[in-house]
């Protein structure tokens, strides 16, 4: 992850269709890929994460919240310049799965799509940059708001248990983003100040998008 912060837009159009089972996080087509472009490890993860979220369909948000970061957070941080030989990869869920391993982008986006997978409103989850203190380096966390003014939970790979944002003193937020909206976040953790998306160039996500889309053809 690049040690720079720079601000991020985020268009994003990824509804979840209301059913009895839970859409899964990675398709047919995806788990014959796992097998063969990595493992036949990385093809039971596979298959393992759609169990998961099947099993939390419908299930109350702070079991959700709770078993969806356990179980990313199982995953071995490791650097994009060793990881893919350039600083700031984000990898998309199916790539993070095949190699069981990636940054906090990446942890970030894969808690991410697995919660909207499972019917959780794109309006309560943020994408959010902080500064990790102890670490003395830009970090990505989840954040989950119960509404828009709540101050939200984080999911954090450095952390794995789940606590509010006023909790976590080793974490200072930047800003946060959705598919709808950017904000910089104020000093309760809270969001802040809306900032307009349609003027904010959004690179990376956007080839994110890309990658996950051409994954499924």
Same mark, same amino acid.
């Given at each position: 992850?690049?040690r720079?912060l720079?601000?991020l837009g985020?268009?994003?159009a +990824?509804?979840?269709?209301?059913s ?6 990675i398709s ?11 493992? #036949?490890?990385?093809?039971?993860r596979?298959l393992?994460? #759609? ?6 369909h419908?299930?109350e =948000?702070a ?5 969806? +970061? $356990?179980?990313? +957070? /199982?995953f071995? @941080?490791?650097?994009?310049h060793?990881?893919? *030989?350039?600083?700031?990869?984000w ?7 095949g190699?069981? /391993?990636g940054?906090c982008?990446d942890?970030?986006i894969?808690?991410y799509?697995?919660l909207?997978k499972? *019917?959780?409103p794109d309006e309560?989850? @943020?994408?959010? @940059? ?5 670490? +003395?380096?830009?970090h990505m966390?989840?954040s989950y &708001?119960e509404?828009p003014?709540s101050?939200? !939970? =984080?999911?954090? #790979?450095?952390n794995p248990e ?5 909790e976590?003193?080793d !974490?200072?937020?930047?800003y946060? &983003?959705n ?5 910089l976040?104020n000093? %309760?953790? *809270?969001? *802040? ?5 349609d003027?904010?160039k959004? %690179?990376?996500? $956007?080839?994110?998008?890309d990658?996950?889309?051409?994954? /499924?053809?």
């Amino acid at each position: 992850m690049k040690r720079s912060l720079f601000i991020l837009g985020v268009l994003l159009a +990824n509804s979840v269709p209301g059913s009895q089972h839970a859409d899964p996080l990675i398709s047919d087509d995806m788990l014959a890929h796992l097998k063969t472009r990595y493992s #036949n490890q990385a093809h039971a993860r596979g298959l393992a994460v #759609n169990r998961l979220l099947d099993e939390l369909h419908g299930r109350e =948000i702070a079991t959700q919240l709770a078993e969806v +970061n $356990r179980f990313f +957070n /199982q995953f071995q @941080y490791r650097e994009d310049h060793a990881q893919w *030989g350039q600083q700031d990869y984000w990898a998309t869920p199916t790539e993070f799965i095949g190699t069981h /391993q990636g940054d906090c982008e990446d942890f970030v986006i894969a808690k991410y799509f697995a919660l909207r997978k499972i *019917g959780v409103p794109d309006e309560r989850l @943020y994408l959010t @940059y902080v500064k990790a203190l102890r670490q +003395n380096v830009a970090h990505m966390v989840l954040s989950y &708001f119960e509404t828009p003014d709540s101050v939200p !939970l =984080i999911l954090d #790979n450095y952390n794995p248990e789940i606590l509010r944002a006023t909790e976590r003193r080793d !974490l200072l937020p930047v800003y946060s &983003f959705n598919a709808r909206s950017l904000f910089l976040t104020n000093a %309760s953790a *809270g969001l *802040g100040k809306s900032l307009p998306t349609d003027k904010i160039k959004n %690179s990376k996500w $956007r080839k994110l998008l890309d990658d996950i889309r051409r994954e /499924q053809q």
